[in-house]
């Protein structure tokens, strides 16, 4: 059993990594980490790059992309919740708490942090809460996650050089 298990992992491992399976799948797999759930994108963008080196920028940009994605999902997360509690607790806006201040002072390119492990996530989520101009979060977050992308990625690949073959 373990044998065959093995054998079709491989299988589907192979198959995510042909270029025209492998780009939707790191855009997938970078938009399902931009969310609140605890996944990370990086493997995915190096081992599509690793196998096929021809494909670095369009998997540098489908993982931006699926990630700028996945912080607008948190962001309009963020919002709606603002919104909900609003209504319940009839809060007027701009009476969040002092913490959330610098967010505020800074604004939108606050978002450029939303590449950072752990606080990147939920700094979406509190952009939406604070209600910032969403295109402008949008530009940020997008920069900030492209640019982890290219270093790491890049950085990734200079640190391991040899091939990886697919089977």
């Not at 998997?59 to 700028?68: D, H, L, Q, R, V």
């Not at 604004?107 to 450029?112: Q, S, V």
């Not at 920069?143 to 040899?162: C, E, S």
Request: proline content about 7%; glycine content about 12%.
């Amino acid at each position: 059993m373990e044998q065959w298990i093995a054998q079709h992992l491989q299988t589907v491992m192979v198959w995510l990594a042909l270029p025209e399976h492998g780009l939707g799948t790191v855009f997938v797999i970078a938009f399902v980490s931009a969310t609140l759930l605890p996944l990370g994108s990086e493997p995915a963008v190096f081992g599509l790059v690793k196998l096929n080196p021809e494909l670095f920028w369009p998997a540098i940009f489908a993982a931006t992309a699926g990630n700028t994605l996945g912080g607008m999902v948190s962001y309009a997360m963020g919002r709606g919740v603002h919104r909900a509690v609003e209504e319940v607790r009839h809060i007027k806006p701009g009476s969040e708490r002092t913490a959330l201040g610098w967010l505020q002072r800074f604004g939108p390119p606050a978002c450029f942090l939303s590449f950072l492990p752990v606080v990147g996530d939920p700094l979406c989520a509190v952009a939406g809460w604070l209600r910032l101009e969403p295109w402008g979060c949008a530009l940020w977050m997008a920069l900030g996650k492209f640019l982890r992308y290219v270093v790491m990625t890049a950085g990734l690949l200079w640190w391991f050089p040899g091939a990886l073959t697919a089977g």
